[in-house]
């Protein structure tokens, strides 16, 4: 079936330029997730969405970063004023989070977004 | 994340097994075991996870001993495509914040 997609796959902007970071999650999954990855670096959590709950935005850098996920699916990352630091890979996870029982999810990634400040 | 240990690198002829070893001493009794890996400018991809028994899918098997303090990911017959960063992660229920070390390098040669 079809998996977590992104778009765009590269992002070229300049320094103080927004910019909107789109995710299609799995059909079906109820929890959603940012994440971004610099060069050579781990992942870092920025955001959290499940179903019609108040979003977890604990990771989120600064308040130049915000996030929306409309009708529970599709989530709109946006960087606003971007500034070089902002540079690299954002990845959106999805995963059908049950609301109890004993198994844990499982994130599935998109292919992520580049994105280079200039 | 200090939770695992993961050798740094690793060679694999390509047709051969990939014996992939994961130290997580002080895992707790509701924390799962999972592996992801990450191609080069690719997304991660989740292989498999497990909690106490081992486990196989179409992509690979897992191991975990009966301590659950170390658990080995067997890739069965690697190809070059399998070529990537393997993570090894332990999380519990309720943990949604994934967090990567810096993973095994697995280089699979011809």
């Known amino acids: 079936g079809a998996g977590v997609s992104q778009s765009p796959s590269n992002k070229v902007t300049e320094k103080g330029k927004d910019v909107e970071l789109r995710c299609d999650p799995i059909s079906g999954h109820t929890a959603l997730y940012w994440y971004r990855q610099s060069l050579g670096q781990g992942l870092e959590f920025l955001i959290y969405f499940q179903g019609n709950s108040a979003p977890d935005k604990s990771g989120l850098p600064s308040d130049r970063f915000s996030a929306e996920r409309t009708g529970g699916s599709v989530s709109t990352l946006t960087i606003q004023r971007t500034q070089q630091e902002d540079s690299a890979v954002y990845l959106c996870?999805?995963?059908?989070?049950?609301?109890?029982?004993?198994?844990?999810?499982?994130?599935?990634f998109g292919p992520g977004t580049r994105l280079t400040v200039l | 994340d200090a939770k695992t240990t993961q050798p740094t690198s690793m060679d694999c002829a390509e047709g051969r097994a990939a014996n992939l070893p994961c130290n997580h001493s002080?895992?707790?009794?509701?924390?799962?075991v999972y592996w992801y890996r990450q191609i080069h400018s690719q997304g991660p991809q989740y292989i498999i996870h497990g909690l106490k028994n081992n486990e196989t899918n179409e992509m690979a098997s897992l191991i975990i001993t009966e301590d659950r303090k170390s658990s080995t990911l067997i890739l069965p017959h690697a190809t070059l495509r399998d070529t990537a960063v393997y993570y090894c992660i332990v999380s519990a229920w309720g943990d949604y914040k994934l967090s990567f070390g810096a993973g095994t390098t697995v280089t699979v040669r011809a």
């Open positions: 996870a999805s995963s059908f989070r049950r609301s109890g029982g004993v198994s844990t999810d499982t994130q599935y």
């Open positions: 002080t895992i707790s009794g509701n924390e799962y």
